[in-house]
């Protein structure tokens, strides 16, 4: 099996490693070898500890030994965004202002995934604090998509997708503000989900925009994302915002909805997200591969209709008011005081001057256009014209969601509009990168779930499928989800990732 | 900002105060950059004006909660060496901060 390893889904990974077919150490080790020839190409991670992950993973195979209990998880290695903090591992959120710190604590999903004895392989690259759709804001590093290392691997979560993607980790964590789990999934294949806001704890999650800021699972399959979300989601006392709920049942929609009856699911298709008179900037590669997975949503017996949701027009202006305002107060933390990097305190300046001078060189260009952008929108004379407004426009989307889930279980989009762009393409037009954002941005700000599986190919790229439906009801995301994963691979003879062409060495 | 500039408009210098506020220390080039582009950002997000809000509530957030409450334990906190070994510059066990009051006070 080490051949395919580096190819094979956790599930399938977490299944040799019980049988005793596979050790941690074997698979722990195919993943660091794979990184060691191909991460100098994809530029994935940002960190990566081999040692520490091998003994990490000695310990799961000696405790195996011994015949401890362990659950599924244990063994199997895993990729962190670097937004996620890990104790005494650097983590910097993409940004200078935060290189060479190393962490004194484990965020909450963090800690949950190290006791579920998953063996944390590094930390992967990002666009800094979150803030992008390409990864090419990162401070430190370009990352390429493993179908084409010319283009963008989508972001802010890049390094986690192109990672997955490109068999340098079986699966990741990711965060999603406006789609920053979604996107980046989409344009390499994978599978996304945004989790309900409040289903996975925030807690030890570098914040950007509170009020959206949400975790979730980056797989090659729908079951794995499943079980990834089960392992990181459930109430956290030290989130004030984590939902008091039981962990949802995940896995068992996937299993089910991979059976592929939809008899009964009522489908509402968003004319606003690339439906008639809504389609200007969709490629139309894109648009064809969805009207596609439509039918064949029919054809496994969901009855689909449009549904008008007028308000999503607004998403875009209103996220890019609503993100920028929370993240002008979040970032205020990077003063250069308590940690990270301080500049010019040479005796001569005064904490204001140090402030302003370890933001200037700590941030990068679009850190602090949003910063700027922020404090223009909650400032006194502009609030209610701008900020307000964004929250009420919020509220409106939010209804159109509440009045669609009296027709529909769910509803259904693109992902993003286009498949991945080329490297630099839209670098100095903050317009056009936003617009990458155009369908995954409803979900973000009504805080319910989403996910996106792959739907076929547009230009030999990847394009995604994107599933909505209820807060809480992440469960109907994975049965269509899995539905679509099991008719399409039934139909083309493999996985989507199978049919990478070209695969980066 | 005490005079409002039209709407979508964004000059240098409110850039520059902007900036101030933020404690950013931006250079010239970034101010020339940010307000073109900030300004065609501003004009993008506009468009919320176009929505009918007439007795619309404003969203804060989508959880509704308020007033989460846990009871009133006294926890342990981090060891101080371990949070000092993340600053930029500690002595004596605190955080060391550059003056903050200027010279002549």
Known sequence: ?505 | MSTPSPKGQLTRDEVAHLAHLSRLAVSDEELDLFAGQLAAVLDAVAQVGKADVADVAPTTHAVPMTNVMRPDVARPSLPRDVVLAGAPAAEDGRFRVPRILGEEA
């Open chain 1, 1 to 505: 099996m080490t051949a395919d390893i580096t190819a094979s889904s956790a599930a399938d990974l977490s299944s040799a490693l019980q049988s005793g077919e596979l050790s941690s150490v074997d698979v722990t080790q195919a993943y660091l070898d794979r990184i060691a020839e191909t991460d100098a190409t994809i530029g994935a991670y940002l960190h990566v500890d081999a040692e520490a992950a091998l003994a990490a993973a000695g310990a799961v195979d000696a405790a195996r030994a011994t015949g401890e209990e362990l659950g599924p998880l244990a063994g199997v290695p895993l990729a962190l965004k670097d937004v996620v903090v890990t104790e005494g591992v650097p983590t910097t959120s993409g940004s200078k202002i935060l290189q060479g710190w190393r962490p004194p604590y484990d965020a909450t999903l963090a800690a949950r995934l190290k006791a579920a004895g998953t063996v944390l392989l590094g930390k992967t690259n990002m666009d800094e604090f979150a803030m992008g759709s390409s990864t090419e804001n990162s401070a430190y590093q370009v990352t390429r998509n493993p179908w084409d290392t010319d283009r963008i691997p989508g972001g802010s979560s890049g390094g986690s997708s192109a990672a997955v993607a490109g068999g340098l980790a079986p699966w990741s964590i990711g965060t999603d503000t406006g789609g920053s789990i979604r996107q980046p999934a989409a344009v390499t294949g994978l599978v996304g989900h945004k989790p309900t806001y409040g289903s996975v704890s925030r807690y030890g999650l570098i914040a950007f925009s509170s009020s959206l800021d949400q975790a979730g699972p980056m797989t090659r399959t729908v079951l794995d994302a499943a079980l990834l979300h089960e392992a990181i989601a459930g109430h956290d006392p030290l989130d004030s915002t984590s939902i008091d709920s039981p962990v949802p049942v995940l896995a068992d929609a996937a299993r089910r909805g991979a059976e592929g009856d939809l008899s009964g699911l009522k489908v509402g298709v968003v004319t606003e997200l690339g439906g008639e008179g809504h389609a200007d900037g969709y490629d139309a590669g894109v648009l064809a591969r969805f009207a596609e997975t439509v039918a064949l949503l029919e054809s496994l017996g969901a009855e689909v209709r449009q549904v008008s949701c007028p308000a999503f027009d607004l998403a875009l202006p209103a996220y890019y008011l609503i993100a920028p305002s929370e993240a002008s107060s979040n970032l205020a933390r990077f003063d250069g005081v308590r940690y990270g990097v301080r500049v010019g305190d040479d005796g001569s300046r005064d904490l204001d001057e140090v402030m302003a001078l370890t933001r200037e060189q700590g941030f990068g260009p679009e850190v602090k256009r949003r910063i700027i952008l922020g404090t223009y929108a909650l400032s006194a004379g502009y609030y209610d014209a701008y900020y307000g407004q964004a929250q009420k426009v919020r509220t409106l989307i939010t209804r159109d969601f509440t009045t669609a889930w009296d027709d529909v279980d769910v509803l259904v989009s693109p992902t993003s509009p286009t498949v991945a762009w080329s490297i630099g393409a839209r670098v100095d037009d903050p317009i056009a990168m936003y617009a990458a954002d155009l369908c995954t941005l409803p979900a973000s700000l009504a805080g319910v779930p989403a996910i996106s599986v792959p739907c076929g190919l547009s230009e030999g790229l990847p394009v995604g499928f994107q599933v909505m439906a209820p807060a809480l009801a992440d469960d109907r995301c994975y049965r269509v989800a899995a539905a679509l994963e099991a008719a399409q691979d039934a139909a083309r003879g493999h996985t989507f990732l199978a049919g990478m062409e070209n695969t980066p060495s």
